[in-house]
């Protein structure tokens, strides 16, 4: 599936991650963050480009990154908005027009891999709107003023990770939607849902954590050294 683009979105700025640079530029096992994660989708055959949306202030930074390490389907560098949401939909408009498919993907994901961007690109196929996702484990509680009010049934409940893959159209529409309602969406799934179409899960990976805080930093960088 070669008419596919990945939107990187790259515009996070590490405050809970205690970083002083911000968080895609952060080193992790002898190489940037965002670098790991770039390559995997340079390195996934169904992958044709990526745009990648950083911080405003990054972007020199993101454009040596890319020259540095010879990330050649990157298409565009364009700057985030002040929501991830906003971020997505820049990177929407940076989409060239072959572009049939949008796999959506956190930069701090860097321990993603080509055979699980694959997968979710497979499955778009058949079913135009994906998300990966790995089952809850731990026993989840709903509560109020600090009082359980019920315990949830964890065989239903999933994880959500990035990549996120869905027809192009089917997900402008959900952004342009979201837009017009104000909606304020933590994945872009939860918008596609909003328009009344099913999203597909494939099973996701253990290890591809989102690195928010210094102790999922010391685990990527195990996994990362590891391979």
């Known amino acids: 599936m070669k008419n596919a683009v990945a939107v990187i979105v790259a515009g996070g700025t590490g405050s809970r991650l205690k970083s002083r640079i911000h968080k895609p530029f952060v080193v992790l096992a002898g190489r940037p963050m965002l670098a790991w994660t770039l390559a ?9 480009g990526i745009v990648l949306v950083a911080h405003g202030s990054d972007q020199a930074r993101a454009r040596s990154l890319v020259r540095r390490f010879k990330f050649r389907k990157v298409l565009a560098v364009v700057a985030g908005g002040a929501t991830r949401m906003e971020s997505v939909s820049f990177g929407l408009r940076a989409v060239p027009p072959w ?6 993907h956190d930069a701090a994901r860097p321990m993603v891999t080509a055979r ?33 009010t ?30 017009a309602q104000r909606v304020a969406a933590t994945d872009d799934a ?19 954590i989102k690195v928010t805080t210094p102790d999922d930093r010391v685990v990527a960088e195990a996994f990362l050294r590891c391979g």
């Open 40 to 48: 995997a989708f340079e390195k996934t055959a169904g992958i044709g």
């Open 99 to 104: 572009g049939r498919w949008v796999a959506v």
């Open 190 to 208: 939860a918008l596609v849902e909003r328009l009344g179409v099913k999203v597909r899960i494939v099973p996701g990976l253990e290890r591809n």
């Open 116 to 148: 699980l961007i694959d997968a979710a690109l497979r499955e778009a196929r058949r079913s135009k709107a994906v998300i990966t996702a790995v089952p809850v484990i731990p026993t989840v509680k709903e509560a109020r003023d600090g009082h359980v």
């Open 150 to 179: 019920r315990t949830l049934d964890r065989s239903r409940l999933w994880a959500v990770q990035t990549p996120q893959v869905f027809e192009r159209k089917l997900l402008e529409r959900a952004h342009a939607k979201g837009r």
